[in-house]
């Protein structure tokens, strides 16, 4: 069964950082590119970054570019998002997610931006 548990949100002012994490179980996590999705109050998802499976390649939507970094460790079956100089429209739920026929999704974690 395919897991995604995202973790490492919470309450950042305005220029701060955080360093979000999605540890994977039950597929085999280095022969697939996995992605960062968000979903703020009150909109649909919006596509954050995206990453190859041997990181060879990696994408980031045009709001995060140069902010945000992803990266992943397939010895330890984990994706990460490092995000700095936050904004207040970074505020929402960020998930992990794969695609194998269907999308899995964790169950996300909230980050949320104010001062």
């Known amino acids: 069964e395919v897991q995604l548990v995202e973790s490492g949100g919470g309450l950042v002012q305005p220029g701060g950082s955080l360093r979000l994490s999605c540890a994977a179980s039950?597929?085999?996590?280095?022969?697939?590119?996995m992605k960062w999705v968000r979903q703020a109050p009150g909109k649909g998802p919006e596509w954050v970054s995206s990453?190859?499976?041997?990181?060879?390649?990696?994408y980031y939507a045009h709001s995060v570019k140069g902010r945000f970094t992803i990266s992943r460790d397939n010895t330890r079956n984990t994706l990460y998002l490092q995000m700095t100089n936050l904004k207040p429209e970074d505020t929402a739920v960020y998930y992990c997610?794969?695609?194998?026929?269907?999308?899995?999704r964790g169950q996300g974690t909230q980050v949320t931006v104010t001062s």
């Open positions: 990453i190859s499976s041997q990181s060879g390649s990696k």
């Open positions: 997610a794969t695609r194998d026929g269907r999308e899995y």
């Open positions: 039950g597929f085999t996590f280095g022969n697939y590119g």
